[in-house]
């Protein structure tokens, strides 16, 4: 039986907020679908203080915001977006193309499409969230995707030339100072600066995130990728001490980030939370780590691994960090999680800022059903099918035709009679020519 030694605040607190951010959002949306440019411009004005003459960077613009990006930030952006790219090329090459012939002269076969406009959300706000730029962009273009938009908001009235940089290199073709949900929803609705595009990739707030949900449908989306959140479990030999530093590592995201520690050892829980109290003071993104703990962390207790591989899996948490003796072994215990950072040499913070993995995740319980961004995201599976063989030909028109008609559909029937007609000469006892 769980022990929790801290709580998270109620759900219902969470849902509340989450409904006032749904509102805002949806007049948001219904405003630049009338306004256009003009309520995007207003939105940008009224929460970002932002509004240049074109909010598209120039080529010119792009090239001096490069400029001042000192080498080393530029070399090590290229280094992550080697990474990046091998294991988007790596996802994109186990993905198969084939076809079969399942009777003679009849050829089915599958292919892959690139959706053909994508749009990568950058966050920005408070940090400059370059690692974004490196997950969306380049996992698009590995797919072959031909346009990608990329959207970023200005960061105190400031430039991020880090993220254009990284945007720059990873081949957006439109670079965009525009953040937030008036940028999703430019993206996805069109204005008469800003062509639609077909599918919006990548994280953001808790206003991005839902600006994503609705308007879900008219374009795809890669997720619903709200706060971040770390699950670490931990056993008896865990440091406590890394546990403490790795939940902070992702509370700093912002005050809404779950850190929750399910361990099976009560002095390891204890002395996390020990340690937790004895960083954060000195932390300097305290003032959202702070938050973030003070209402979203939680720290379970549980009687065996049986109970924390259970445990965690209910949570469907977006990063599960194992630091147990035989972290590996999350690999055939858990099905629910976003990724799995397997022992105390593999970090969080690896995932999200330069190991090769996607770092858009699923939040708040989506694990259960879907995975991260990869390359398949942005790929269309296909199918085509082809028939040449007249024996086939006729053999499946009468198959068609007895099938159809079990279901009353006499049109589909009459379609699958007319080619067992055309391959063998059957009779056709509705024709009225």
């Known amino acids: 039986m769980a022990d929790i030694l801290k709580h998270a605040v109620p759900k219902a607190q969470v849902t509340a907020s989450l409904d006032q951010v749904s509102a805002t959002v949806s007049g948001v949306i219904a405003d630049i679908r009338e306004r256009g440019d003009h309520a995007v411009r207003a939105y940008s004005e009224k929460f970002d203080g932002w509004s240049p003459e074109s909010f598209r960077l120039s080529s010119e613009q792009i090239e001096e915001i490069v400029a001042s990006v000192p080498q080393q930030v530029i070399d090590d952006i290229h280094a ?51 690692a974004s730029a490196h997950m969306t962009i380049i996992t698009a273009k590995v797919a072959g995707v031909p346009h990608v938009v990329a959207c970023t908001p200005p960061i105190r009235g400031e430039i991020p030339a880090a993220t254009v940089a990284a945007a720059h290199f990873a081949g957006a073709d439109e670079i965009w100072l525009l953040g937030g949900v008036q940028a999703v929803a430019a993206m996805a609705v069109g204005t008469d600066t800003m062509k639609p ?43 406590p001490f890394t546990c403490a530093v790795d939940l902070l590592s992702q509370a700093e995201h912002g005050p809404d980030s779950p850190a929750i520690l399910i361990t099976t050892s009560e002095r390891v829980a204890r002395e996390t939370l020990a340690h937790v109290d004895a960083l954060l003071p000195g932390l300097p993104t305290n003032d959202f780590a702070g938050p973030a703990w003070r209402d ?43 990724a799995l950072f397997l022992g105390a040499g593999t970090c969080v913070s690896f ?83």
């Open 80 to 130: 992550v977006q080697a990474n990046v790219r091998a294991f988007a090329e790596a996802q994109l090459n186990s993905m198969g193309e084939f076809e079969i012939e399942t009777l003679p002269g009849v050829r089915l076969g599958q292919k892959h499409v690139p959706v053909q406009a994508a749009g990568a959300y950058i966050p920005g706000g408070r940090y400059p969230l370059t």
């Open 296 to 338: 979203h962390g939680q720290v379970i207790v549980v009687d065996s691994m049986d109970e924390l591989w259970s445990l965690a899996d209910e949570f469907a948490s977006e990063h599960v960090e194992v630091l147990t003796a035989n972290p590996r072994e999350a690999l055939e215990r858990m099905t629910q999680y976003g």
């Open 197 to 239: 595009v077909n599918l919006i990739a990548g994280p953001g707030n808790a206003y991005v995130a839902e600006a994503k949900r609705q308007l879900f449908g008219e374009i795809g989306i890669d997720l619903f990728a709200g706060p971040t959140e770390i699950l670490v479990l931990a056993d008896d030999q865990a440091d």
């Open 351 to 433: 995932g999200d800022k330069v190991i090769g993995t996607n770092h858009v995740l699923p939040t708040r319980g989506a694990a259960r059903y879907t995975g991260g961004l990869w390359v398949g995201k942005y790929l269309k599976t296909v199918t085509y099918q082809e028939v040449t063989d007249p024996a086939s030909q006729a053999e499946l028109g009468r198959l068609c035709g007895r099938a159809a008609r079990v279901e009353l559909f006499e049109g589909h029937a009459r379609s699958g009679d007319l080619r067992a007609t055309l391959a063998a000469g059957d009779e056709l006892p509705w024709d009225v020519r």
